[in-house]
């Protein structure tokens, strides 16, 4: 069995839809699951719809839903003007029956809002469903959630096995198409898998069935080195462990969501990500035994958008237990630390937030701290904004590669503000402005050496992939390295 994942730029339209049919059909002997995400745009006009039902606004609630019926008839349209679209009809009533609901609520609960957004998904499961069972493939459309969760939206492996289970069943001979993103909680109630979590979907479901593979299709060639609106020269690399991709995913690749990779890796189900629009490319594989190349570099990637929380005084050594505190309250009131940094006891604390947490993570810890305030351990609490994480991923990096970077920065005038080097990872914290011309620079006089070294496939390029969409519309870019 092979659970096939295809992503919302690669179902943007009716067109694009009847080509992932053709690219499913094409793998039919391998008893293929499609999990497909929303339309490429639908789930923000989805969540604009929800906030406008949460203010009562029934004019931009009318107008945001009459786009989104327009866009999936002419999705329908496009991809046979003949066919049954009565599925698809019934269904859009229904969303039109959950906004009106949602407007007489007033303001909407989490859960209705959920149920809203994931209206995404089960219309694309009838569109992507339709196009198969155009092109003569019997098809069931499952708009249902296939993933199971906790009370606190925590995937069950047993649950999720017995609903994929109860589904194939009911499909038969039939190839079953499923929603990716959604699933529902014990007591039936909806809920999501964060935005990208139809990568999660697709490696729960592989997981829970088992699977020989779980391809995840998207609109480039596979993970790159580097993101290529930034580094031209940036090139695809053919195979990376499950480590190397949770850790450019953690770092600020888009290509897959942080927490996909997981659920297969524990199996040893191989995960390979693929680009839609060149399904012959092979792209790359994701395995437990890739190759080994210790020592080398072999990407490059980034997070922007933060800020760093700092706390200043000389009493800072007598505060007790400071560190674990701080991460603590962080991790409380539901804030990410994109990066820790704790030099010595009591010098020097900071953390990495994203700056749109930057003044919540400032309240929480000067309420935690309020006492050692008061009594002048702690001087300040204050926020550096403008600030970006480079991360240099490869495999036992070592000194040598340490010595290559800071040399490399060094000559371009760059000094990091911070710097923290693992085995398979170095991070550098930077100002905003700085990052681009470090990426480039690292990227020309560190990775690109080790990947020649290693035989790596040559540069990508954006025009195969823009010349295979054939349309104006800028693709939803899910690169390697692009920043969250």
Known sequence: MLVM???????????????VARIVLAHQDQQPVVVTSALSGAT????????AAAAGDDAACASQLEALVSRHHEAAL????????????????????????ALEQGEPSSVACDSLVAWGERLAVV?????????????????????????????????????????????????????????????????????????????????????????IYTDVDGILSADPRVV????????????????????????????????????GIPLRVRNTFRPDHPGTLITAQPGKHPGTAQAITSRRDLAAILLAGEGLPEVAHLFGRMCQVMTRAGIEMVLSVHPGTGYDPQ?????????????????????????????SITVREGQAVCTVIGEELGGAVLAQVQHTLAAEG??????????????????????????????????????????????????ATLAALNDDEEPERRVAASCL
């Open 78 to 101: 496009a991809i046979n003007p003949e066919a049954d679209w009565s599925a698809l009809h019934q269904k859009l009533e229904l969303l039109g029956a959950a906004v009106q609901d």
């Open 414 to 463: 760059i000094a990091p503000l911070v710097q923290m080097a693992f085995p398979s990872a170095l991070s550098l914290v930077l100002p905003d402005h700085e990052l681009e011309h470090a990426i480039r620079s690292i990227h020309r006089q560190v990775i690109e050496p080790s990947l020649r070294k290693q035989g790596a496939a040559p540069a990508y390029s954006h025009k």
């Open 44 to 51: 923000d006009a989805l969540l604009a719809l929800a906030q």
């Open 5 to 19: 994942k295809f992503g919302g730029t690669s179902v943007g339209s009716g067109e694009r839809i009847l080509h």
């Open 351 to 379: 953390i990495l937030v994203k700056a749109a947490q930057a003044a919540a993570a400032v309240e929480q810890l000067t309420q935690e701290f309020a006492s050692e305030c008061g009594h002048g351990q702690i001087q």
């Open 232 to 267: 031209k020269e940036a090139q695809i690399l053919p195979t990376v462990s499950p480590q190397m991709a949770g850790r450019l995913s953690y770092s600020g690749a888009k290509v897959l969501h942080p927490l996909s990779v997981a659920p297969v890796a524990r199996l």
């Open 127 to 215: 569109l992507v469903a339709g196009a198969l069972h155009i092109l003569v493939c019997p098809t069931l459309a499952w708009d249902r959630p296939i993933v199971a969760t906790d009370e606190h939206a925590l995937p069950l492996a047993g649950s999720t096995r017995r609903l994929a289970e109860e589904a194939l069943a009911l499909a038969g001979k039939r190839l079953l198409v499923v929603p990716g993103f959604i699933a529902h909680k014990p007591d039936g109630r909806m809920t999501t898998l964060g935005r990208g979590g139809s990568d999660y979907s697709a490696t729960l479901l592989a997981a829970a069935l088992q699977a020989e593979a779980c391809w």
